[in-house]
């Protein structure tokens, strides 16, 4: 069975600096995977979404980047956060099109991320 | 473009009473899949069902049924009997065959709270 991992969980970072959260995913290959945001009582948010290594496409213009160094791995980073990074950040995957249920995205458990 | 609306932002009702959850759809998409998420308070999105737009059938699983109408571009959502373990925020989601299905478009949520 596929299952979706994030880490970490929570994260408490002050302005200005870096960030790197990492989604993995077990028990497929070659997924879609997606990165979303949630803010406090939001709805969700597409940030970015990747159909296979190194291929990125962005849906929001803002201060955050994403990286699939490896099929099943996708990374969301900032050089610099800003106090509206603040959010849920939530891991998404979804099998290619073709395969069974490839219409259907499984999310992951989320990262609560608080820039003060 | 299409949207996912439910107009229903906060619901309360006393344990064991039924409640409906609506969701209204736009699309122009020939062929398109919807789905019902839930969000508890720990954050994850679980999956609740998947719905081809070829297929109209109501569906019942378990206290959870669902009521799709292509004509009215509904699929609302029952909960029979509810119990505070449905305490959640329910998402309603649409993904169109012009994209691929690589994106989803998510409703704003419904705020569901089972008073004991």
């Known amino acids: 069975s596929q299952t979706i991992h994030q880490w970490p969980a929570t994260l408490v970072q002050p302005v200005g600096s870096p960030l790197s959260l990492e989604c993995t995913v077990e028990?497929?290959?070659?997924?879609?995977l997606y990165w979303y945001r949630q803010a406090a009582g939001r709805g969700l948010q597409l940030l970015f979404y990747?159909?296979?290594?190194?291929?990125i496409s962005s849906e929001v213009p803002q201060n955050l980047s994403a990286s699939r160094p490896q099929d099943r791995q996708f990374i969301l980073s900032s050089k610099k956060l800003l106090l509206s990074d603040s959010g849920f950040y939530l891991c998404?995957?979804?099998?290619?099109?073709?395969?069974?249920?490839?219409?259907?995205?499984?999310f992951g458990p989320g990262t609560r991320l608080l820039v003060l | 473009a299409q949207k996912v609306t439910q107009a229903q932002t906060e619901i309360s009702v006393v344990e064991k009473e039924d409640v409906t959850l609506d969701c209204v759809y736009e699309?122009?998409?020939?062929?398109?899949?919807l789905f019902w998420y839930k969000q508890p308070p720990s954050g994850e999105l679980v999956f609740l069902i998947r719905?081809?737009?070829?297929?109209?059938q109501n569906e019942i699983s378990g206290r959870y049924s669902w009521n799709f109408q292509k004509s009215t571009s509904s699929f609302n959502f029952t909960i029979t009997a509810s119990q505070v373990v449905d305490s959640a925020v329910y998402f309603c989601?649409?993904?169109?065959?012009?994209?691929?299905?690589?994106?989803?478009?998510f409703g704003t949520g419904t705020k569901l709270q089972v008073i004991p």
């Open positions: 998404a995957w979804k099998a290619p099109l073709g395969r069974a249920f490839g219409e259907t995205q499984y």
């Open positions: 028990g497929t290959s070659n997924p879609n």
């Open positions: 990747s159909v296979g290594i190194g291929q």
């Open positions: 699309t122009r998409d020939t062929t398109y899949y």
């Open positions: 719905r081809n737009s070829f297929d109209e």
């Open positions: 989601a649409l993904s169109g065959n012009s994209g691929g299905y690589q994106k989803v478009t």
